[in-house]
């Protein structure tokens, strides 16, 4: 694993959770000998930091059978360059940088490299992440079922063409951030009428937590009609649905979730 920030040190985690005690270690990179010092008492991972190692990089990749890019978008054509040397026929690479086709990372890599997309989103970090995979050119069913079993280890996986991974970036990647607006909106209503910041964020939080897992248990019930059994006829919620709806809420939705959509194509030009 190259490089462990929020997203890839929360895969990590979950992988270590799944490995069985006589399986050989993880090796990851860090640019700090800081952060790869954290990893000095773990058995089942093998920290190199490139402060202290220009080549930690290619060293971490020689010989793996899968490696998992968790740089940010910007470096990683600059990664590519600098491992290709050490990656081996049918090797299975795993990137989780938005904006950066397989088409290009190919383009890097050795003839036959296996390379898979992927876009998690931060709930990982407690294992209840959502995350979208799609295969590259040479990506067959063993990578792309490897790669499931990576993931899975922080949640829930779909597998989807290329072509869809930016719409899963734009509505489960980005999703919690719409989520956490819209709670910073609802406390704000709630401090507008008395409420403490305290009681206002224990109200919404937890309210939120409430309502998805009950969705979450009535995974056979649409979530309209979850919203149906809250929705008394002429009665307050009604009224405030009515709300919503008037401004436009679906609309302003997907008009979103295409901005999210936009913006991944003009960074795939980019690191084209």
């Known amino acids: 694993m190259l490089g462990v920030g929020n997203m890839s040190g929360a895969i990590l985690e979950g992988l270590r959770a799944r490995r069985g005690a006589d399986e050989p270690p993880i090796r990851v990179t860090t640019r700090s000998a800081a952060s790869a010092a954290t990893y000095a008492d773990a058995s089942d991972v093998e920290a190199m930091s490139t402060e202290r ?31 290709a040397p050490e990656v081996g026929l049918g ?6 940088a938005a904006g950066v086709t397989a088409a290009a990372m190919e383009r890097r890599l050795p003839a036959g490299a296996r390379v898979v997309r992927a876009m998690p989103n931060t709930p990982a970090t407690l294992g209840l992440g959502v ?19 990576i993931f899975e280890s922080v949640g829930d996986v779909v597998e989807v063409p290329e ?3 930016a719409a899963v970036a734009g509505i489960s990647g980005s999703g919690p951030a719409y989520v956490y ?11 507008a009428r008395g409420f403490t910041p305290e009681q206002a964020r224990t109200m919404v939080v937890a309210t939120f937590r409430g309502a998805s897992e009950l969705a979450t248990r009535a995974s056979d019930t649409d979530p309209a009609e979850l919203r149906r059994h809250v929705t008394s ?40």
Do not use: C, Y
Request: hydrophobic share 50%; charged share 25%; glycine share 6%.
């Open 233 to 272: 006829p002429n009665g307050t919620t009604e009224r405030a649905i009515g709300v919503f709806q008037e401004a436009g809420l679906a609309e302003i939705v997907d008009r979103a979730v295409q901005a999210n959509i936009d913006r991944s194509d003009e960074l795939a030009a980019d690191n084209a």
């Open 131 to 149: 995350t979208g995979i799609a295969p590259g050119a040479a990506a067959d069913d063993e990578a792309m079922a490897i790669a499931t079993r």
């Open 53 to 83: 190692d220009p080549d930690a990089n290619r060293h971490a990749v020689r010989g793996a059978d899968v490696v998992v890019l968790g740089v940010k978008p910007h470096m990683v054509a600059d990664l590519l360059d600098e491992i």
């Open 91 to 96: 090797t299975i690479v795993v990137s989780v």
């Open 181 to 191: 607006l819209f709670m910073e909106d609802l406390i704000r209503a709630a401090e």
């Open 163 to 165: 072509s869809r991974i």
